[in-house]
């Protein structure tokens, strides 16, 4: 079972995926909302990384309700976190950037997903100490 501290924690990520979900259907290009905030888009794309972040939404929301479910988001999450990393390392992010555009803003943001996703596995790993049979 999660503890309450895991159980918000984990509605906490829902409810932005959720934030996240309506900023790219209306292109809401603001800073946490969209890591690459200031880059070039299409329109179309926002619409579909909306409700593909749907599929978050749901995942976490599941986890806060169900342990078994937790793991699971944690593994998505660290994907994420390893494909930002990706991108922001990419040639193909340093093709889109103005002349001296620096990365930074992406790699804050990418920060704060991982100390998200540092503090999930943590209350995830001490949630399970506490369930051990006596």
């Known amino acids: 079972m999660n503890s309450i501290l895991t ?3 984990l ?8 934030c996240m979900a309506i900023a ?4 809401f290009k ?20 909306s409700f ?3 599929a978050y939404i749901a995942l976490f929301y599941s986890a806060s309700q169900h342990r078994t479910v937790a793991l699971n988001a944690i593994i998505v999450l660290a994907i994420t ?16 950037l103005q002349e001296g555009q620096s990365t930074l803003p992406y790699w804050l943001q990418t920060g ?16 399970g100490k506490r369930n051990l049979p006596s």
């Open 24 to 27: 790219h259907y209306f292109s």
């Open 81 to 96: 976190v390893f494909g930002l990393i990706s991108v922001n390392l990419s040639t193909s992010l340093a093709s889109v």
């Open 52 to 54: 593909s972040v749907c």
């Open 7 to 9: 159980r918000y924690s």
């Open 11 to 18: 509605l906490a990520g829902a409810a932005y995926f959720f």
């Open 30 to 49: 603001v800073p946490v909302l969209f890591v690459y905030y200031d880059t070039p888009f299409y329109a179309y794309q926002d619409k579909i990384i």
């Open 112 to 127: 704060a997903i991982s100390a998200y996703l540092v503090m999930l596995i943590i209350f995830y790993i001490k949630d």
